[in-house]
């Protein structure tokens, strides 16, 4: 018999500052450092994080 289900796309949670995809392992939540991790620039909506504050880059070393 074969499986004619599909799983659900997972939503894009990327934002445009991210360095890696998110769920990357050795990956995580940063501030952003574009924003501060306000989310805003002059008043909208920061474009390197998408308005979060946060960015997803890599942590950790060899």
Same mark, same amino acid.
């Given at each position: 018999m074969t499986d004619t289900t599909s799983s659900p796309t997972p939503p894009d949670t990327s934002r =445009?500052?991210?360095?890696?995809p998110?769920? !990357?392992p050795g990956a995580g939540d940063n501030v952003c450092p574009r924003c501060g991790g306000s989310? *805003? *620039?002059a008043g909208?909506?920061?474009p390197e994080c998408a308005g979060s504050g946060h960015? !997803?880059? =890599?942590?950790?070393g060899g």
């Amino acid at each position: 018999m074969t499986d004619t289900t599909s799983s659900p796309t997972p939503p894009d949670t990327s934002r =445009p500052g991210d360095q890696v995809p998110p769920g !990357t392992p050795g990956a995580g939540d940063n501030v952003c450092p574009r924003c501060g991790g306000s989310g *805003l *620039l002059a008043g909208s909506a920061c474009p390197e994080c998408a308005g979060s504050g946060h960015v !997803t880059t =890599p942590i950790g070393g060899g």
